[in-house]
């Protein structure tokens, strides 16, 4: 069995058994400290601060924008000159953390965050159109079907 992110409309190959675990939020997360220092979220003075970007998921921002409708918003927002490109999220959200800037974020990787005020996500999430499934041979073993609808279930409830 192997896990994945991918369309959420995704058809699983011949032989295969597609279990989906849960569709991807996507949304920008900043900490508190940072949203403090702009006057209202709904305003585009958050365009202004910092980017922060990730080369694991460098499209983050444009699907963000585009599920989120604020596309032509961010088509429009100035490049600001001191955006950071990360290699990994983890750095990427370790630097929103630290008050570094804002970054598009899946909603499963700072559901702990968000729940403990260290990451704030003013703006919300929005559907990616991605979701995570674990995929399985479809004469895998009873055991590893029973885990995978185990595994669903519990990423729902």
Known sequence: MCIVAEPADGQAPAGVLRQVLFMEQLGPVLSPQLLATISHIQTQAWLDLPRLHSQTRPNAWATWAQVAGMQPTLKN?????????????YFALEAALRGQG????????????????????????APSGLA??????????????????WLGEQVNS
């Open 77 to 89: 927002a100035p490049i600001t000159p001191n955006q950071q490109n990360y290699q990994h999220y």
């Open 102 to 125: 804002v970054c598009v974020a899946p909603q499963h990787l700072v559901a702990d965050d968000i729940a403990s005020a260290r990451l704030v996500a003013p703006l919300g999430f």
């Open 132 to 149: 995570y499934v674990a995929l399985l041979q479809a004469d895998a073993k009873p055991a590893a079907k029973a885990f995978a609808q």
